[in-house]
């Protein structure tokens, strides 16, 4: 056993079981100088020819066993010199030496050495995280003024689980001093903290962690109204988003509520003209809001249902005669937007139709003067609105002159 005293009370140290022979000389003055992770020891010289060697032993605190173990044999009688690497920074060890001879028994123990390794080094003293930024979050910090620094390890916990931390990067060179963590969601909250790394592989503890958002999405716009009575043009308006750097709005329309909604146009402006060619056509809309970054903000859940200006209803034909062999037709509106008709006449040439059409008659009459006695004809009335809009035709009346027989 070697006892070693500390300060008011002692310490118990169990060594290997070594064969000590006692006539052989002790190891003494034994000095000690230090890193992070490496002891230098020195001692005096042992003049005997007796003596083959050294051994070294050391008591390690991170060990569970608490007790000495032989670290190195010095072969070599004339050596003064020994260093231990691989420790632990800011650590205390224990050295103790012997000498040996040829059949391997050993002094006494030296007086025990305790020698403390120097501290890790900080991390960095100041690290900052840009927020508000798109699908990211800029980390920027000092950069470290210790030389033997090679780079940061950056690492990131959600606020969920704050004490999760996973490493997301590792940043050479000890001038450098940003870190851009991407590809992260919309208004998502994260924590970060960064380690230095020296050149000999040493990480140190992390520095004070920080907090950081990304940007969230754009605000929707609001109040989205969709026009019916215009001919052949879907007028939209809406609220701006509140959203203070929306730079434009995004216009998505489907056929059917429920569906794929095809992007239809972009605009700076909070209305949008839809021209359509069909009247009476029915679209459902959404409007989006796009930020300065690209940021798109979501679709509303409901769309707003917009349609051009259905045709105007055909008219109702009241009357249909023939008289002085001249058909005369009368007619009744069925809504108030018809501002002119047009009469559409068919009829057969053997096995070829012919269709002739009366245009731009204002009353609710028409008289046909050009009828050829012994063929039927077909009338048709088509209403047509100030817009130029023609409603179907209306349901067909047929009229007839007889031929008059030749004497």
Not at 34 to 50: C, F, H, N, R
Not at 282 to 290: D, E, F, G, Q, R
């Amino acid at each position: 056993m070697a006892i070693i005293a500390t300060g008011c009370s002692t310490k118990t140290i169990t060594q290997q079981a070594p064969q000590v022979k006692a006539d052989l000389p002790t190891v003494e003055s034994i000095r000690s100088i230090s890193s992070m992770t490496a002891v230098g020891l020195e001692w005096q010289m042992v003049p005997s020819m007796k003596i083959e060697g050294y051994r070294l032993y050391r008591l390690d605190p991170n060990s569970e066993e608490k007790k000495l173990k032989r670290i190195a044999q010095i072969k070599d009688r004339y050596s003064t010199h020994y260093v231990d690497t691989k420790l632990t920074p800011d650590t205390e060890y224990i050295y103790q030496m012997s000498t040996y001879d040829k059949e391997g028994y050993e002094s006494k123990q030296s007086a025990p050495v305790r020698v403390k390794t120097a501290p890790m080094i900080h991390s960095v003293s100041f690290v900052r995280a840009i927020t508000d930024l798109p699908n990211r979050i800029k980390l920027i910090w000092r950069p470290h003024q210790d030389l033997r620094v090679v780079g940061y390890i950056v690492e990131r916990a959600s606020v969920s689980k704050p004490n999760e931390w996973k490493k997301i990067a590792e940043i050479k060179n000890r001038l450098s001093a940003e870190y851009m963590d991407k590809k992260l969601g919309d208004g998502e909250v994260y924590i970060y903290r960064v380690r230095v790394k020296l050149c000999n592989g040493l990480v140190s503890e992390p520095s004070t962690p920080v907090k950081a958002i990304t940007k969230p999405l754009p605000q929707m716009p609001g109040h989205l109204s969709a026009s019916h009575d215009l001919p052949k043009t879907i007028h939209l308006e809406w609220k701006a988003s509140p959203t203070p750097d929306v730079v434009y709005y995004k216009i998505y329309r489907a056929p059917f509520e429920i569906g794929f909604y095809s992007y239809r146009a972009k605009t700076e402006g909070t209305s949008f003209e839809d021209h359509v060619p069909e009247d009476g056509k029915i679209y459902y809309y959404k409007v989006t809001a796009v930020d300065k970054d690209g940021l798109e903000s979501p679709m509303p859940d409901a769309p707003v249902i917009g349609s051009t200006l259905a045709k105007p209803s055909p008219p109702a034909i009241t009357a249909a005669k023939i008289a002085f062999n001249q058909a005369i037709i009368t007619w009744t509106p069925i809504d108030d937007r018809a501002e002119k008709y047009n009469v559409i006449r068919t009829h057969w040439e053997g096995l070829s139709k012919k269709e002739k059409v009366f245009t731009n008659i204002y009353g609710t009459k028409f008289v046909d003067k050009t009828m050829a006695p012994g063929i039927k004809y077909t009338y048709r009335i088509v209403a047509i609105d100030k817009n130029g809009i023609e409603s179907e035709p209306s349901k067909p009346v047929e009229l007839y002159i007889a031929k008059t027989e030749e004497k």
